[in-house]
């Protein structure tokens, strides 16, 4: 009870997270229910006719759930390998200027991005890569007639995946920022005395140091394999890239809200959220093997 | 942090949901204790017109789901969405006090709002949702209010006249299953007829004659595209953004801005259109050869560059237009005026005409569209005094808006749908060229609570706002000092001049302009395929080939089964 009052600021400023997370994550879990029935919205959740499985029957009968679901990997894979290796050469690179003010510099231009929605970035990449964007117009000074790069599937996913990179390498590379300052300056002082060169220093000292974070990260990330991000592809994407853009959420959303179609998209949302619950297990698993990290 | 969409989705319907569940048992009681209306023994004598514009002893609370154009400015300063000069006037005449629950932004936003509204199975008492399959969703979840009978006795004269002028089909659409649980949209015929918006300006100064068929159309483009009359970025032909559509549907029959409609009806084509073959089957007009050649016809416009090379990504068609780049657009009547005022801001010689486009043996032909397509839904949990209200604003709107000050965006009024007599631009038209020319004067059209409801209005204003000669009529003689005024009668005078002048030669109707029950479930996947494939046969993207295995896809993807669902509703 004394150590309770003692630490009763803790349980205070906890409070409102858990208020949060009750209110958005608890609560809304019984919507899962929807996805076994035939959701009537005026009979609600109790009322509505239970159909077992069949929704994740048709799901699964839909040519588009194969489209789908191999977009979602490849977009979610390509960004998950790119977001750990970019982000880790930038940090390297920025690691090894000796211009402290520059640094500083880079380091906050970089990392704005990161602070806008896909809303505003979206007119931005639009800008662009449009039909009279910059890409084209460079293009246009070496004879090259424009691009619709916007309406082509062929490099839509590639599209994506360089865009989401290039908004978040800047942020993403704070965590081996702060890994490198917590490398022991006598490893690089004692490889110098040794006739280390630059290379080498990377080589044997920064890189081992890194080893542990970015197995940690990329173990991590493996949670978030189905997650292609929404926001980005949504305000990107039109019917003439369905083929390669299209991603779960996107197809949960128009299915859901556009379509009316409540419960099959309640289905094809729950799949995902099983695989990601098992990806994020395993993932955990891992982190404890090669990383030695736990949360609980 | 990413969001789990799926889980947003879930937290959205559920949260909204669990509270419905509770509160819908409770609001039910309350609509039957309530359901002794103390209005009617208050005033027992009225009946008929009186009763449909009665004022209420108490005021009456409605709230609505309101959708809003976020770029509209024509609000003063000072009033919002709930108190502007039309809430004002509903509470000073009938004691009605509008309470807006939410807004969302015209399109998309709206569309959602309204969808997790209908999940949620709790609706505000009245909203207008643009989309039959919403009205359609929330009456087979018995969300919504049987308003038949309150109908037949607050309608006001007016508005039984104009559902009268639809010869039952107003209602039939307004319905579910024999019930009337909405208000029904009721458009001019004329929102669902697409014809040429051409710069008149550009043919007179290439002296080119005014393109009749597709071929005179090709070399029109091409001409304004090599002059560059727009500048170097010109447009030939403009075609649709990533949000709408390359050609109405019978879903979605009418208003399609920057489709290729009449290129389609000109070569006897009617995609997204349930065809009667006249022989008992039916056919769905996208599958046809016809649909084949012409999308061979605009790949290759495309190819040349004449169509607009951001058709299907771009963000907004009337950009390009506003900004006076773009030569030949199509659209209904209202597209050319109302739809692009900014062009005549930026352009005040932009003479923009409409005309047909004719087939290559010189028939004008159009697909035509359904009553109306947006609905006013009333919850089931509104009580009776509610619902007269919801009645009664709308019986307001349509006898009184001639006399609104229309510098104030009638969008504003809640709960507006529009209800207009089937014919009412193409009598405007005649009637107004009547006033102009001497043959009547407006006082002859004042006729209080006509089918026409704007008629004296406009009467009164277009010597002002139009000037002689009126034998040929362009943005020269035209006043735009009343901006408001100048779209509308440019509209009317120039946008519905082919529709009420030139015969048309072939009216095709949609066998059906609503789902059947397969289509609930598929029609989501093969609308997607029909989009996709249209967009890349035109882009050049795909292959025409490509077309005759869309058609076996669709087919078999539950196209087949569909077509036998709307064969059956032919032998009805």
Known sequence: MRKLGHQKHYYLMLLPGMVWLVMFSIVPMFGILMAFQNYNPGMGLLKSEWVGLENFKYMFQLNDSKTVITNTLIIAVGKIVLNLIVPLVFAIL?????????????????????????????????????YYGVVNTVFGYFGVDPQLFMADAGIFRQLIVGTDVWKEFGYNAIIYLAALTGVNPNLYEAAAIDGANRWQLIRHVTLPALTTTVVLLGVLSLGSVLNAGFDQVYNLYNPLVYSTGDILDTWVYRLGLQNLQFSLATAAGLFKSVISFVLIYISYRLAYRYADYTIF | MKKNMALLLSTALLGVSLTACSSSNDSSNNSQESSSPETSSESPALSGDDLAF????????????????PTDKTLPEGDSVSNNQYTRYLKEKYNINVIVDWTAATGNDFKQKVSLTIASGKLPDGMVVDDRSFMTKAA?????????????????????????????RALENASYKGKMVSLPNITVDTDGVHVMWIRKDWLDKLSLPVPKTVADLEKTAKAFIDNKLGG??????????KNSFPYSTFLVSSNNMAGFDPIFGAMDAYPGYWLDNGDGTVSYGTTSENTKKTLALLADWYKKGLIDPEVGTRDNTGDPINANQTGIFFGPWWAGGY???????????????????????????THMKTTGSTYTVISKNAKPDVVKAILIMNNALVRDEATFDLSVAVGWYPLRNVMAAANETEYEYTELMKVLKGEAEPE???EPNSLYKLMYADAKKVRDVVKPPFDELGVSNFSTANFGDFQRLYSLLIGD??????????????VTYNQT???????????????????????????LDSFDKFVKDWKAQGGDEITAEVAELLKK
């Open chain 1, 94 to 130: 920025l690691n090894e200027l000796r211009n402290l003010r520059y640094k500083k510099l880079v380091q906050t231009v970089v990392y704005l991005p990161h602070f806008l929605s896909w809303v505003i970035m979206s007119t931005i990449v639009i800008g662009i890569f449009g």
């Open chain 2, 54 to 69: 009665s004022k209420f002893p108490k005021p009456v609370d409605v709230h609505i789901g309101m959708v809003v154009d």
């Open chain 2, 140 to 168: 087979s979840s018995g969300l919504l209010y049987d308003i038949g009978e309150l109908f037949d006795q607050y309608a006001s004269k007016q508005v039984k006249d104009i559902m009268a002028s639809t010869e039952g």
């Open chain 2, 232 to 241: 170097d970025k010109t447009i030939g032909i403009a075609g649709p953004s």
């Open chain 2, 339 to 365: 739809g692009n005022g900014d062009s005549f801001k930026n352009d005040p010689t932009a003479n923009w005409q409409a005309y047909p486009v004719y087939s290559d043996d010189g028939k004008w032909n």
């Open chain 2, 444 to 446: 002859d059209y004042n």
């Open chain 2, 497 to 510: 001049r082919p529709f009420a002048t030139t015969p048309i030669d072939k009216k095709v109707y949609s």
């Open chain 2, 517 to 543: 029950p397969t289509m609930e479930t598929k029609w989501a996947n093969l609308k997607k395929m029909e989009d996709e494939t249209v967009l890349k046969i035109i882009l050049g993207q795909a292959q």
